[in-house]
């Protein structure tokens, strides 16, 4: 099942900066079974709820669910721009971002033959580069033998890897990671506790988490149930641990469920 619909209401929403809260006000749909929808966490969307949807933000349903852009200009777009924007639509989000980055220099260069740029300023030491996912390579490649590194939250209370725990909003502390390929997208680390995610991950190990409102069926992520945080893989309709010996979490148990990030992988100890 495609959540590609999902990604089109969050992107519209982003923009215009409403909150989950406002759209169900706006929309009339209850919090939870909005944040159920926009999390991938519902089996069917009813058609009127889609529709209040739509007339919250302000789109058309047309462009929601197939992706398709009303056509408010007399732009004709020849064979190559066609090919790239069915290209960009099947990346991830990482993918995606990737390509704007590309596409921003690419543009910078070919601006640069008629307006030369400016000489980059030159940081003193104290300065620390602010790294995101689709830049983190760079840092980590420049200057010969030197690691890069950065600081995100660590948080202090366990998401649960057995029966579910409150998640703290606010971190106690931060943790020190090395800018790499498979740590620039990390957001936050969390501590688990429990050993329903056994053997792959255990008691006390850190995890390395991407900020998401959704995750793809068999994805390890963090979720909250009524309040409860857990470290489970998504099964669609349920929560699944690593360990045979905890059963499923059913998520038509619980009225407020949502996701609030993809896990990358743990920390390793020192």
Same mark, same amino acid.
């Given at each position: 099942?495609?959540?590609?619909?999902?990604?089109?209401?969050?992107?519209?929403?982003?923009?215009?900066?409403?909150? $989950?809260?406002?759209?169900?006000?706006?929309?009339?749909?209850?919090?939870?079974?909005?944040?159920?929808?926009?999390?991938?966490?519902?089996?069917?969307?009813?058609?009127?709820?889609?529709? %209040? *949807?739509? #007339?919250?933000?302000?789109?058309?349903?047309?462009?929601?669910?197939?992706?398709?852009?009303? %056509?408010?200009?007399?732009?004709?777009?020849?064979?190559?721009?066609?090919?790239?924007?069915?290209?960009?639509?099947?990346?991830?989000?990482?993918?995606?971002?990737?390509?704007?980055? *590309?596409?921003?220099?690419?543009?910078?260069?070919?601006?640069?033959?008629?307006?030369?740029?400016?000489?980059?300023?030159?940081?003193?030491?104290?300065?620390?580069?602010?790294? +995101?996912?689709?830049?983190?390579?760079?840092?980590? #490649?420049?200057?010969?033998?030197?690691?890069?590194?950065? +600081?995100?939250?660590?948080? #202090?209370?366990?998401?649960?890897?057995?029966?579910?725990?409150?998640? =703290?909003? $606010?971190?106690?502390?931060?943790?020190?990671?090395?800018?790499?390929?498979?740590?620039?997208?990390? =957001?936050?680390?969390?501590?688990?506790?429990?050993?329903?995610?056994?053997?792959?991950?255990?008691?006390?190990?850190?995890?390395?988490?991407? %900020?998401?409102?959704?995750?793809?069926?068999?994805?390890?992520?963090?979720?909250?149930? =009524?309040?409860?945080?857990?470290?489970?893989?998504?099964?669609?309709?349920?929560?699944?641990?690593? $360990?045979?010996?905890?059963?499923? *979490?059913?998520?038509?148990?619980?009225? %407020?469920?949502?996701?609030?990030?993809?896990?990358?992988?743990?920390?390793?100890?020192?």
């Amino acid at each position: 099942m495609s959540f590609d619909y999902i990604e089109r209401i969050k992107q519209i929403k982003s923009e215009k900066k409403i909150t $989950n809260e406002e759209l169900s006000r706006l929309s009339g749909i209850p919090l939870g079974t909005l944040s159920k929808l926009l999390a991938g966490l519902s089996d069917s969307v009813k058609l009127s709820n889609m529709i %209040n *949807i739509c #007339d919250a933000l302000g789109c058309s349903l047309d462009y929601v669910v197939s992706g398709i852009p009303e %056509n408010t200009n007399n732009f004709t777009l020849d064979g190559n721009e066609i090919r790239l924007i069915e290209e960009y639509r099947r990346l991830d989000n990482h993918g995606k971002e990737l390509l704007m980055l *590309i596409a921003g220099k690419e543009r910078e260069r070919v601006s640069s033959a008629e307006y030369p740029a400016a000489p980059a300023p030159v940081f003193t030491r104290e300065v620390k580069p602010i790294v +995101t996912a689709p830049i983190a390579q760079r840092y980590k #490649d420049s200057g010969a033998g030197r690691v890069t590194k950065r +600081t995100i939250p660590l948080y #202090d209370l366990p998401v649960s890897a057995g029966i579910g725990e409150h998640l =703290d909003e $606010n971190a106690n502390e931060s943790v020190s990671i090395t800018v790499s390929e498979s740590t620039a997208s990390a =957001d936050f680390a969390l501590r688990i506790s429990g050993n329903s995610m056994e053997p792959k991950f255990h008691d006390g190990d850190v995890l390395l988490v991407q %900020n998401a409102e959704s995750v793809e069926v068999g994805e390890q992520g963090i979720f909250i149930l =009524d309040g409860s945080g857990y470290f489970k893989v998504y099964g669609g309709d349920c929560l699944i641990s690593l $360990n045979p010996e905890y059963g499923r *979490i059913m998520l038509k148990d619980f009225e %407020n469920v949502s996701c609030i990030g993809r896990v990358l992988g743990r920390l390793k100890k020192r």
